[in-house]
């Protein structure tokens, strides 16, 4: 037994260490191992392996493991795990040389090397390969003894070591330990297997103190001072959930992998925070594949995505890059891969782990392709695909802070003596409750799921030499703070954790099988604003793609169909639904002043794009669309909906306390910065502090946009009349409805509340809708075709303020605007606040007269062509005039009005007309005022220029009966 054992245990283990490792003798580590114990020491990693399997554009320039140790307790493999131990393991990666001119050539050298490798590495390592003198799977007892052993495995890293450089950066991740073990249903260490009825795996991997560190090192390549970490000492628990269906199976059905992390503490210096967005810019690019490292195929989409501007932010290109192609004539949608070609990256890499674990699809597909070759099971493509596997993952944070830090290099006493960094804090992010959920079934379903409980912006110490938030000022947390959203973990609770293996009511931890909602259908019902808000509270994204077979089921396997046949049409859809709760905004001198001196820090630097903006350009290889292709066009276009809500808002600008602004906008607006000494006020805190505020019940944003524009356009473009079903998808769409809008003064008071609000304009709604042409080059022989088009609705909008209202307002603006003496504030008298300010049940001494201006019904149109603009415009009613308030002494509101129309001026003789208010007839009144201009173009299409000139001003007044139909001349028409 130990000896069969012993045939396939030690090649399984030697599989591993041999395929990364250099310079290995075979038979000395399966000696070792056949002793029990292996400790390998000071090895060189197979760099070139790494690179052709993970398949990015990255260079290994080191890769070393101190020690290593495999502990195989043959006599007790049935209760004890096999321990793999990686002592020092330290990997230095470099962004491949030219890699972002490969990407622009459409031809990499990682793509080249994986091409040419794509045979060798395309399918995961087979676990028949590891045991050469039998290819078949040991029977009965020893099977299961076997499949024990592998699911107990335990990994141990100890001082792992990855550092990524590029240009001046250096990026250092270490992590202290790292161990991987199965658990029970408890999540405590165990030995275990999966066994009916439940046919589950657990396993638990743990990080404990894990750094980051980001550093610039010089032209010599050294770093002369070293920055505070990113990230210290930070420890998280991930926990894997496997769900077989049966006892045989090879892969799991459903997959769940979750992260959990207590607290999340990031620091950010100045000189740190343009390399941490250059980092940034990196993982996007990759994510995008707009640097080298990918299939050429691959290269070839991502190209053509940007060519024509199609691919927007989120996480939708990436998923729906693999859609099936519908229309194969016009490409209307891009074609998806072979399974062999989807397994290539590193995506396939990290999976290629998980077969020792759990098995492989290749095994299942060779032993049915050996019963097919002895006759077992006939050669039917659809009988042998195996289903995809339901995969969640999710990230979880208790509390996390982003404190963002100024630093001052400081000298020692000694002349010799080296420099020293000191940093101090500046501003700080803080959040609770972060959830962040993926989850993904092949390709015909992806979700992701994104939310906040709470989170908040304060500011801390001081700022550019004023000294505003110190401790022997005393000034309250209310006073820093200047961003929050949501609620708190205290009201709240724990709902971030829902449904996730971290939370004790979860189906997994309580031995029931969890239900997923994969219908695109069930999921809007079930996913809505309020159940999102009511998870969370602050903020809540929820990103949604589906494709779908003509049909209507979303989970048949493409792969399996066959490639002989018509290709069936394919439906996608992308949606993303944005809702931010209430939220409140408070912009003082202290929070603007800090916003921007982070903004010119992250304008620092010199670095290059990853990527040039490309020119559209469109391919018309392939001649006019079909009838078939048309039909199928008008019934079903795919598009990238993108819906943005925000709840509560209340938006408070501060007059400014203090005034640095002429040194930070020159930088932020491209110039350089100037070296003349910045005259630094003594901060005084102005109480109480005058504030502007704007408040909005709702605004609801809505962005469409076709997710495959280039194709679309060349489909429609090529028609001579095509529908307006087929125009309308052509183009962007945006609406914008705005509710409850309303500005006015307040004041912000000793202990940071602010007083209510004293409206100057009283609420009111707004819509705006517009729409863009895509690929507007290909567009500019049709004249007939509108490429923008513009319409805005203002119901009603009333701006009124009393002088001393007025001159606060002058005052706030100036305090912005105009360079004050030595930064320090304008004085207002106390008299003008009194005013402006008044406390209730106190009796004024004088009437103060508010000027009010009102307009109605007012409609703005817009329209491009390519050769003529149009814009036309209706203003139903305008009323300008100066309101005394009336008193509870029998004194009643006086109305002395300036300008007011449509108006009755039948009575314009009598002295009581001056001092009514006076309203139009009926709802019926025609509009004030109609007008619509048109500006020819100049260009090869635009003939009599002068006729198509036109500017008309109708004044409409009572008797204008005539204008009613005047005003239906709208641009549309023009």
């Known amino acids: 037994m130990d000896n069969m054992l012993e045939s396939y245990v030690t090649p399984l283990l030697m599989s591993y260490v041999n395929k990364y490792i250099k310079n290995l003798k075979p ?227 459903v997959i769940k992998l979750q992260t959990m992390v207590e607290s999340l503490k990031l620091s950010i210096t100045d000189q740190q925070l343009p390399m941490f967005i250059r980092i940034l810019q990196l993982i996007i690019a990759l994510y995008y594949g707009e640097i080298g490292g990918h299939k050429e195929s691959e290269a070839q989409e991502s190209a053509h995505v940007r060519e024509t501007g199609t691919s927007s932010p989120g996480l939708d290109v990436d998923m729906e890059s693999q859609g099936t192609s519908q229309y194969s004539n016009t490409g209307l949608y891009m074609q998806s891969d072979s399974p ?223 490639t002989e046949e018509v290709v069936p049409s394919v439906q996608e859809t992308s949606m993303k639904r944005l809702v931010v709760g209430p939220l409140d905004i408070r912009l003082h001198s202290s929070a603007v002043h800090r916003i921007l001196k982070m903004i010119t820090c992250a304008m620092d630097h010199e670095y290059e794009p990853y990527c040039k903006p490309q020119r559209e350009m469109i391919e018309e290889n392939h001649g006019p669309a079909t009838p078939e292709e048309i039909s199928s066009l008008e019934e079903f276009i795919p598009n990238r909906l993108t819906c943005l809500t925000l709840l509560q808002v209340s938006f408070t600008v501060s007059m400014a306390e203090f005034n640095l602004l002429h040194t930070l906008m020159p930088v932020i607006m491209g110039c350089k910065a100037t070296l003349r000494p910045v005259s630094v006020p003594v901060f005084q805190p102005v109480c109480p ?41 052509c183009y962007a769409h945006l609406y914008l409805k705005v509710f409850g809008f309303q500005a006015g003064l307040t004041c912000q008071d000793s202990t940071g509340a602010l007083l209510p609000l004293i409206p100057i304009i009283p609420s009111f709604s707004t819509a705006l809708y517009g729409k863009l042409i895509q690929m507007p080059t290909y567009w500019s022989k049709r004249s007939s075709v509108p490429t923008t088009e513009i319409i805005f609705e203002l119901p009603h909008f009333t701006v009124q303020a009393t002088r001393a209202q007025t001159i606060l307002l002058q005052s706030i603006c100036q305090s912005w605007t105009h360079s ?36 109605q019904n007012l409609e703005l149109k817009f329209c491009s062509r390519a050769t003529v603009k149009c814009a036309s415009g209706t203003v139903g009613a305008v009323k300008v005039c100066a309101r005394t308030p009336g008193s509870g002494e029998g004194v009643k509101e006086k109305l002395v009005p300036l300008i007011q129309g449509p108006s009755d001026t039948k009575e314009l003789h009598l002295s009581r007309w001056l001092n009514e208010s006076r309203k139009p007839e009926s709802l019926l009144a025609p509009d004030l005022l109609v007008f619509s201009l048109m500006i020819p173009q100049q260009g090869d299409d635009c003939r009599n220029s002068e006729d198509q000139k036109e500017v008309k001003i109708v004044k409409e007044d009572e008797g204008d009966g005539e204008v009613g139909a005047d005003s239906q001349k709208h641009w549309i028409h023009l």
């Not at 590029?166 to 161990?179: F, G, P, Q």
């Not at 397994?343 to 699809?361: C, Y």
């Not at 703070?481 to 954790?497: E, H, I, P, W």
């Open 689 to 729: 502090l005058p504030s502007v505020q704007f408040q909005v019940e709702r605004v609801n944003i809505e962005h469409s946009v076709p997710m495959y524009a280039a194709e679309l356009v060349s489909a429609v473009g090529s028609l001579t009349q095509p529908s307006d079903n087929l125009l309308h998808h």
């Open 340 to 562: 062999e070609e989807e397994d290539q990256g590193w995506m396939s890499w990290a999976w290629s782990f998980v077969p020792a674990i759990i098995g492989t699809e290749e095994e299942s597909e060779e032993g049915l392709d050996q019963q097919r070759e002895t006759g077992g099971i006939p050669n039917s493509p659809q009988q042998h695909t195996p289903k995809d596997p339901i995969v969640s993952i999710g990230f979880y944070c208790t509390k996390a802070s982003v404190t963002f830090k100024l630093t001052e290099t400081q000298s020692e006493s000694s002349y010799y003596s080296p420099q020293k960094v000191k940093s101090r804090e500046v501003l700080c992010l803080e959040q609770q409750g972060i959830t962040i959920e993926v989850l993904m079934m092949g390709e015909p379903f992806f979700n992701c799921q994104i939310g906040f409980v709470g989170c908040r912006a304060l500011c801390l110490k001081s700022i550019m030499g004023v000294r505003d938030f110190e401790e022997n000022l005393n000034r309250s947390e209310e006073h820093a703070v200047f961003f929050r959203c949501g609620d708190s973990l205290s009201s709240k609770g724990m709902t971030y954790l829902t449904n996730s293996l971290f939370d004790y009511r979860s189906p997994e931890n309580n031995g029931v099988r969890a239900e997923f909602v994969l219908d695109a259908a069930t999921h809007k019902e079930t996913y809505t604003e309020i159940a999102g808000m009511q998870r969370f509270g602050a903020f809540y994204m929820d990103y949604l793609y589906t494709m779908e077979t003509s049909s209507g089921k979303g989970s048949q396997d493409f792969s399996a169909l066959n």
């Open 820 to 855: 004050t003496i030595r930064g320090s504030p304008l004085t207002l008298s106390e008299s003008l606040l009194n005013e402006v300010y008044k406390a209730p049940g106190v009796k004024s001494l004088g009437l103060s007269p508010t000027l009010e201006g009102s307009v």
């Open 27 to 253: 038979s000395d580590l399966q000696l070792s191992l056949w002793g029990g114990d292996v400790v390998l020491s000071k090895l060189d990693l197979k760099l070139d392996v790494l690179e052709q399997e993970l398949k990015l554009p990255f260079t290994f320039m080191s890769g070393h493991i101190h020690e290593l140790r495999i502990h195989v307790p043959w006599t007790k493999l049935g209760s004890e795990p096999v321990v793999i131990t990686i002592n020092t393991m330290e990997c230095i990666l470099k962004l491949r040389d030219g890699a972002q001119d490969d990407y622009e050539s459409g031809s990499s050298s990682t793509s080249r090397s994986a091409s040419d490798s794509t045979k060798a590495v395309s399918k995961p390592r087979r676990l028949q390969q590891t045991a050469p003198n039998d290819p078949d799977l040991p029977p009965g007892y020893v099977q299961s003894l076997i499949r024990r052993v592998v699911n107990n495995v335990n990994i141990v890293v100890n001082n792992l070591i990855l550092k990524y450089v590029e240009d001046d950066i250096v990026l250092s991740v270490n992590i202290t330990s790292a161990e991987c073990y199965t658990v029970d249903d408890m999540w405590e260490r165990a030995f275990m297997d999966f066994t009916a009825p439940e046919l589950v795996l657990r396993k638990v991997i743990n990080f404990a103190d894990c750094t980051v560190c980001l550093d610039k090192r010089n032209a010599s390549g050294k770093i002369e001072f070293y920055q505070d970490p990113l990230l210290y000492k930070c420890s998280f628990r991930t926990r894997l959930h496997f769900t077989y269906d049966n006892i045989n199976s090879k892969i799991p059905s």
